[in-house]
C-alpha cells in the first residue's frame, strides 16, 4: 500500500557547495509524481524552525524557479545546529513535531546533513514509530569533513577539496613570482579528521612543491613542526604548509583552540591555528611568515563546484525519493553513494541511520601511509576522481549567477 502525503525538507549543520542541489533534485522529481505526492514543504532554519511552524511551501509546478540553486552555496532554506534531547528524558519537542506532521499530512521527512543531523533524524523517526505514526524519515549525507560513515563520500566534500586544491596553486604560484618568498601556512577545516588536508596531496601530482601537510591523524610536533620550517625556508627562500584546524600533539590535546567553550554538540570552536604557527615561525626565525585560513570560504565555494559532484547529487535525490514513494517500509535509512572500481561508475543505496548517527569516519586505512606519515596512491585516485568536471556559475556580468532570497 502506498504512503500518500506530503514532503518535509530540511538543511541542517554546516552549509555546503551543493546543499541546495540535494533539494532541486527532490523538487524535481516530486514534480513528477503529483499522484503520490500532494505538497512540498521546506523548514525555515532546520528543526528549530519546524518547532515554530515556520515552513515554505514550494510550488512544484514551477518548481525551475529554483534552478539556480545549482549554482548557489550556503543553505538556501536556512540552517541550524539544534539537539534534541532524548525524548525519554524529554518528550517536549517531540510532541510538538507530531502535532505540526499531523497538521501537514507528512509523510516523507528528508533531513539533509553530517553527522548530528543523522542523530535527529533517527531520534524523529524512533518517536514517530513509538507513536504509530506513519512516515518515511531518511538522511542525506551532507558535510564537506567528509566523516559520514558507509558511504564512498559526503556531499559536499569534494567541491571542498577542489577549492582547497585550487586555492593552494595560487599561493604557490603567487609566493614563487619572488626570489625571496614567505613561510606560508594555510589551513583548512577538519576538526578530528583530515580527509580535506589530505586532499592537498594532490598537488605533488601535478607538480606544486608543497613542503609540509599536517593531517590530525597524525601526532604533531611543535619542535619538529619549527626545526622543518627552519630547515626548509634556509635553503629555499620559501615554504608551504599546509595544516588542519584539528591537529592535536601525542597527548591527543588540540594544538589551538579558539576558546575551551562547547557547542550544543560538545564540539571545540576552531580556527586560528595557522595564524599560531605563523607567530612561532615570527618569533624564532624572523622569518617573512604569512598565515592564511581559507576558512568558510571552503564550503561556501561556487567558483569551481565539482561537476562529478553536482551530477551526482541531482541524480541521488531523484533516486532518494523514488526509493521512498516505492518502498512504504524505507525508513531510518541514510542515502549512501558507492563506488565500483571495476567499471569506474557509482551506484546509490541505503544504510540503516543508526549506523551513521553520531559516529565519525576517520581517513580509511588504505588511503594513509602511517609510516611516512603521508597518503597513499589509492587516495590520490579517490580525489582526482571527486574533482572532476567544471561547472560554469558565473553569469554574463561576471558573478556567480545564483538565487537570491
Known amino acids: 500500500m502506498e504512503l500518500k502525503g506530503n514532503i518535509l525538507y530540511g538543511q541542517s549543520g554546516g552549509p555546503t557547495s551543493v546543499i541546495n542541489t540535494s533539494f532541486y533534485g527532490l523538487v524535481m522529481e516530486a514534480s513528477k509524481n503529483s499522484d503520490k505526492i500532494d505538497k512540498f514543504y521546506s ?226 570552536s576552531l580556527g586560528g591555528v595557522s595564524h599560531y604557527l605563523a607567530s612561532l615561525v615570527e618569533s624564532k626565525f624572523n622569518f617573512k611568515v604569512r598565515s592564511i585560513e581559507l576558512s568558510l570560504l571552503q564550503r561556501a565555494n561556487s567558483f569551481s563546484p565539482s561537476k562529478t559532484e553536482q551530477d551526482l547529487t541531482l541524480s541521488s535525490s531523484s533516486f532518494l525519493l523514488k526509493e521512498a514513494l516505492n518502498n512504504k517500509d524505507l525508513n531510518q535509512k541514510m542515502l549512501t553513494i558507492n563506488y565500483n572500481e571495476n567499471n569506474s561508475s557509482y551506484k546509490f543505496d541505503f544504510v540503516d541511520i543508526s549506523l551513521v548517527a553520531n559516529k565519525e569516519r576517520k581517513i580509511d586505512d588504505k588511503y594513509l601511509d602511517y609510516k611516512n606519515k603521508n597518503v597513499t596512491n589509492e587516495f590520490i585516485s579517490y580525489i582526482k576522481r571527486l574533482i572532476k568536471g567544471k561547472v560554469d556559475t558565473f553569469s554574463e556580468e561576471g558573478y556567480i549567477d545564483f538565487l537570491s532570497k
Open 43 to 268: 523548514m525555515k532554519y532546520g528543526i528549530e524552525g519546524l518547532l515554530n511552524e515556520e515552513l515554505i511551501e514550494i510550488d512544484l509546478k514551477n518548481y525551475t524557479k529554483y534552478q539556480k540553486l545549482l549554482n548557489t552555496s550556503g543553505a538556501y532554506f536556512g540552517s541550524n545546529r539544534y539537539k534534541l534531547k532524548d525524548f525519554s528524558k524529554d518528550e517536549t519537542d517531540y510532541i510538538k513535531i507530531l502535532e505540526i506532521f499531523k497538521k501537514y499530512n507528512i509523510r516523507y521527512f528528508f533531513y539533509n546533513g553530517g553527522n548530528d543531523s543523522m542523530d535527529t533524524i533517527n531520534k524523529i523517526s524512533r518517536y514517530l514509530k513509538l507513536k504509530n505514526y506513519d512516515c518515511q524519515c531518511l538522511g542525506i549525507p551532507k558535510t564537506i569533513d567528509n566523516d559520514l560513515m558507509h558511504t564512498d563520500f559526503s556531499f559536499g566534500f569534494p567541491s571542498a577539496a577542489k577549492f582547497v586544491i585550487n586555492s593552494i596553486i595560487n599561493i604557490y604560484n603567487d609566493d614563487a613570482s619572488y626570489k625571496v618568498g614567505r613561510v606560508n601556512i594555510v589551513e583548512v577545516m577538519g576538526r578530528n579528521v583530515g580527509w580535506l588536508t589530505a586532499s592537498s596531496y594532490f598537488l605533488k601530482t601535478i607538480g606544486i612543491d608543497l613542503d609540509l601537510i599536517y593531517l590530525p591523524e597524525f601526532i604533531f610536533n611543535i619542535d619538529e613542526f619549527l626545526n622543518k620550517v627552519n630547515e626548509i625556508y634556509s635553503k629555499k627562500k620559501h615554504c608551504l604548509v599546509v595544516v588542519s584546524e584539528g591537529i592535536k600533539n601525542k597527548n591527543n590535546e588540540l594544538i589551538y583552540e579558539a576558546n575551551s567553550s562547547l557547542d550544543v554538540f560538545s564540539h571545540h
